[in-house]
Antibody, heavy 117, light 108 residues
Framework: QVHLVQSGGEVKKPGASVKVSCKTSGYTFSNYGITWVRQAPGQGLEWMGWISTYLGNTKYAQSFQGRVTMTTDTSTGTAYMELTSLKSDDTAVYYC??????????WGQGTPVTVSS | EIVLTQSPGTLSSSPGEGATLSCRASQSISSRSLAWYQQKPGQAPRLLIYAASSRATGIPDRFSGSGSGTDFTLSISRLEPEDFAVYHCQYYGSVFGFTFGPGTTVDI
């Protein structure tokens, strides 16, 4: 069975950074990319970016360029998303999802990140 | 950049009734790149439909997707109590990546 298990919730101060992990199991990690999506309270889904688990290349949404870094550890089947220079409107639930062609077929449970002074 | 609009914003219905949700793209898109997700409170989204009309693994056949060009539809033939949720449409483009619609809430 395919599983994506994310790290626990975080509370950060403005200006800090957060790094969320997404540990996968049940499939060959390098066969599927990983996409990161976030959802602010009461809002819709916002795409942050994608990483190829095979080559390691990335594609980031323009709104996060310069602040987000996505990486993988193929030895453990884990993907990471780091977001820097946090602001209050970065408060959201952050999701990782396995990427199959043009859709997202398995999702992590979500990691709540709260940015507050 | 493609913008997705979903209607209605909220659909009030009852178990046993059918539901039709709309997703409209700001310009013509490939149906291969259109997907639908269901999201319940406190849960991650779940893939329902990919490539506009193909059901994902384990999705009941009361869910169906259709459409082409700029207009796409998610139909639920007979609402079950567990179907009351938010439904998101999503487009993938090679330039701008994934784009989501604002969502339609189906409630009782």
């Amino acid at each position: 069975q395919v599983h994506l298990v994310q790290s626990g919730g975080e509370v950060k101060k403005p200006g800090a950074s957060v790094k969320v992990s997404c540990k996968t199991s049940g499939y060959t990690f390098s066969n599927y990319g990983i996409t990161w999506v976030r959802q602010a309270p009461g809002q819709g889904l916002e795409w942050m970016g994608w990483i190829s688990t095979y080559l390691g290349n990335t594609k980031y949404a323009q709104s996060f360029q310069g602040r987000v870094t996505m990486t993988t550890d193929t030895s453990t089947g884990t993907a990471y998303m780091e977001l820097t220079s946090l602001k209050s409107d970065d408060t959201a639930v952050y999701y990782c999802a396995r990427t199959i062609a043009t859709s997202l077929d398995y999702w992590g449970q979500g990691t709540p990140v709260t940015v507050s002074s | 950049e493609i913008v997705l609009t979903q209607s209605p914003g909220t659909l009030s219905s009852s178990p046993g009734e059918g539901a039709t949700l709309s997703c409209r793209a700001s310009q013509s898109i490939s149906s291969r790149s259109l997907a639908w997700y269901q999201q319940k409170p406190g849960q991650a989204p779940r893939l329902l439909i990919y490539a506009a009309s193909s059901r994902a693994t384990g999705i009941p056949d009361r869910f169906s997707g259709s459409g082409s060009g700029t207009d796409f539809t998610l139909s639920i033939s007979r609402l079950e109590p567990e179907d009351f949720a938010v439904y998101h449409c999503q487009y993938y483009g090679s330039v701008f990546g994934f784009t989501f619609g604002p969502g339609t809430t189906v409630d009782i």
